[in-house]
C-alpha cells in the first residue's frame, strides 16, 4: 500500500483544523480538490479516516491511528530530504582552530563536544600550535580562532579577549617533597628528579624559553606527550612535574605548590582570525570556548564549593 506524502500532510491538517475547508486552506488547495483527496485515502485504506457533522470533522479510531504514524512518516521524510540534500551543494570548508597544547588538555576537548553536538553539519580542523605561530597564522587569515598565553600575544596584530587562568604549578605525590609547602621556585624544583612533556610540546617550549640560559640543570625521568600521563607519573612518585593549575586542582593524589617565578603565572586568550567579519559558525565556536573555560574557573574556584568540601 503507498501514500502520498501530499495527502497525508492534507489529512494531518484537516485533523488538527477539525475542518477540510481549513486543511485545504492551509495546503492552498480548493475544498473540491482536498475532499476529493481525502476520499481517495479513505477509499484507498478500506475504512473510514473522519467522522463528518455540522461543525466540522474528527478522527475516527482508525483516522487517529494514520494521523499519528503519519506524523512519524513526514518526520523521517523531512530528515532523509535534508541528510541526502547536504551532498548537493558545495561542502563547507571547516573551521581552524589552533590551541597550545595546555589549552588542549581540557579547555579545546570541552568545547568542541559542546560544539560538535550543536553543529552537526560543521567541520573543525584543531592543530596544537605556540602562541607565536598561532599569532601570525591568525593574522593572515590562516586560520579563524586561536587560543593563545598573553605574556607571547603581543599587542595589536589579532584582536584578543580574555578567555581563564592558564597559571603553572608544581605537583608531585600526596605527601611526598612538597607536603606542607605552598609555593616553590624553578631553582628548589630543579634539585630533584622531574618528569616532563616531550621537548616539541608547546608547554615544554614555552617553559625553556622562559627559563633562559642561566637555569639549573634539571633531571628528567621521562618525557611524555599528554598532560594527563604527565600528572599521572607525578601521582605515583616518579618525579615532580610543572603542570597549569586548571589540570590539577582537586587532585587528591597529588601536592600542588605555586611556582613563585613571574612566568609561572599566565592566562588564555581567544585570538581571532583577520578574516572580513567572523561567519556565525566562527562566532558560535568561540562561544563554546567561552562557555568551556568559564566552566573551568567555576570548577576550580574554592568559593564555588560545598562547603563540606
Not at 122 to 127: G, K, M, P
Not at 228 to 243: F, N, S
Request: one cysteine or more; proline letters at 6%.
Amino acid at each position: 500500500m503507498r501514500y502520498d506524502l501530499d495527502d497525508l500532510r492534507l489529512f494531518l491538517h484537516v485533523v488538527a483544523e477539525g475542518s477540510i475547508t481549513a486543511g485545504a486552506r492551509r495546503m492552498h488547495l480548493s475544498l473540491p480538490s482536498a475532499s476529493a483527496r481525502v476520499r481517495a485515502l479513505e477509499h484507498h485504506t478500506g475504512v473510514a479516516l473522519l467522522v463528518r457533522g455540522r461543525r466540522g470533522v474528527r478522527p475516527t479510531p482508525a483516522g487517529t491511528t494514520l494521523a499519528r504514524h503519519a506524523r512519524d512518516v513526514l518526520t523521517h521524510a523531512a530528515r532523509l530530504e535534508s541528510a541526502v540534500g547536504s551532498y548537493s551543494g558545495p561542502p563547507t570548508a571547516p573551521l581552524t582552530l589552533l590551541a597550545g597544547g595546555s589549552a588542549m588538555h581540557r579547555l579545546v576537548p570541552q568545547a568542541l563536544i559542546t560544539f560538535l553536538r550543536a553543529h552537526p553539519d560543521i567541520d573543525v580542523d584543531v592543530v596544537e600550535s605556540r602562541t607565536p605561530r598561532t599569532v601570525r597564522e591568525l593574522a593572515d587569515g590562516a586560520a579563524d580562532l586561536g587560543v593563545v598565553i598573553d605574556n607571547e600575544a603581543g599587542d595589536g596584530d589579532v584582536r584578543t579577549e580574555p578567555l581563564g587562568d592558564d597559571s603553572l604549578v608544581v605537583v608531585g605525590q600526596a605527601g611526598g617533597i612538597l607536603a606542607g609547602r605552598t609555593a616553590v621556585t624553578y631553582r628548589e624544583v630543579a634539585e630533584h628528579p622531574l618528569v616532563g612533556l616531550d621537548a616539541d610540546s608547546s608547554l615544554r617550549r614555552w617553559i625553556e624559553k622562559n627559563l633562559g640560559p642561566h637555569a639549573p640543570a634539571a633531571r628528567h625521568r621521562t618525557s611524555v606527550g599528554d598532560i594527563g600521563v604527565l600528572v599521572a607519573l607525578a601521582a605515583a612518585g616518579v618525579g615532580l612535574a610543572i603542570a597549569p593549575r586548571r589540570a590539577v586542582d582537586g587532585d587528591p593524589r597529588l601536592d600542588v605548590c605555586e611556582l613563585k617565578d613571574p612566568w609561572a603565572r599566565r592566562r588564555h586568550l581567544l585570538a581571532w582570525g583577520a578574516k572580513a567579519g567572523p561567519s556565525p559558525a566562527v562566532a558560535a565556536l568561540a562561544e563554546h570556548l567561552r562557555a568551556a573555560a568559564s566552566a573551568e574557573e567555576t570548577r576550580h574556584d574554592p568559593r564555588s564549593r560545598p562547603a563540606n568540601q
